[in-house]
């Protein structure tokens, strides 16, 4: 199972390392992925990154402002976000692809942990 950590008040500006840990089972050679639902609405791609960490890709609204990252074929997998937003405030989730690609889309992930709730202040 996967489980997200490391969610918190922050104030508007300031930054948080989210960590996704795994138990169970083995998700070391899976592309992994971050995702956030805010209150009402539907949940988004944030940032992805492959099995090696070679690869990351970063939704337009986080571009710049947060990492993905990972050390090759290993979890826990993170999410540094940094010069955060009220527009940040959102449940956040990490998920797991098994099939060898980096999806962008949340129906292409096969595993989901429970998620960290970040609150960010103005």
């Known amino acids: 199972q996967l489980q997200a950590s490391g969610g918190g008040l922050v104030q508007a500006g300031g930054s948080l390392r989210l960590s996704c840990a795994a138990s169970?089972?083995?998700?070391?050679?899976?592309?992994m992925g971050w995702f956030r639902q805010a209150p009402g609405k539907e949940r988004e791609f944030v940032a992805a990154i492959s099995w090696s960490g070679g690869t990351t890709y970063y939704a337009d609204s986080v571009k710049g402002r947060s990492t993905i990252s990972r050390d090759s074929a290993a979890i826990p997998v993170y999410l540094q976000m940094n010069s955060l937003k009220p527009e940040d405030t959102a449940v956040y989730y990490c998920a797991a692809n098994t099939d060898g690609r980096i999806p962008l889309r949340l129906d292409e992930y096969d595993y989901w942990g429970q998620g960290t709730l970040v609150t960010v202040s103005s």
């Open positions: 169970g089972r083995t998700f070391s050679s899976y592309a």
